[in-house]
């Protein structure tokens, strides 16, 4: 049963950060210049954008390793929940299009806002756990392990 146990942690993580690792990141590093284009969006200047791209590249790569490993876990998805927000709030931008209420970019925009917060969300649920006690302890202690694998007696 610990096996079982284990697999579903990891299952449940996994599902978390496959976005980022290997599908955003992989796209990003094919796709480099596109990405570029795309940050250009957002800042004007190459140079930004270029600094942008190989920040979400940092942040989607090894946070999503500290999350699938462990290893700082918890500061790893309150980094990746905030990449998540600023994403929503820098290229989700919904109500720019003004055609929401016609059904146009916008309303699709919305959408991808409110994924995007919902990931950002799901990711607040491995850095604070599911209730009030923990969040003290993460503050306290946010580099620690959340120990994700380990199976306890404690634990059941």
Not at 27 to 55: E, M, P, W
Not at 69 to 83: C, E, K, Q, S, W
Not at 128 to 152: I, K, M, Q
Request: charged share 15%.
């Amino acid at each position: 049963m610990a096996t079982f146990s284990i697999a579903v942690a990891f299952g449940v993580r996994l599902l978390l950060v496959l976005l980022f690792l290997p599908f955003s990141a992989l796209d990003k590093i094919l796709n480099f210049r596109g990405a570029v284009g795309q940050a250009k969006q957002a800042v004007h200047s190459t140079g930004s954008a270029t600094l942008l791209i190989l920040i979400g590249l940092f942040v989607e790569i090894v946070m999503s390793l500290g999350i699938l490993t462990g290893i700082a876990d918890r500061f790893a998805a309150f980094v990746l929940a905030g990449y998540c927000g600023v994403t929503a709030l820098l290229w989700k931008q919904f109500w720019k299009p003004g055609d929401f209420w016609s059904g146009g970019k916008g309303r699709e925009l919305f959408w991808d806002f409110w994924k995007n917060l919902a990931l950002a969300g799901g990711f607040l649920l491995v850095t604070f756990g599911t209730g009030a006690a923990t969040v003290e302890t993460f503050f306290s202690h946010p580099f620690a392990s959340s120990r994700p694998y380990s199976v306890s007696e404690t634990a059941r």
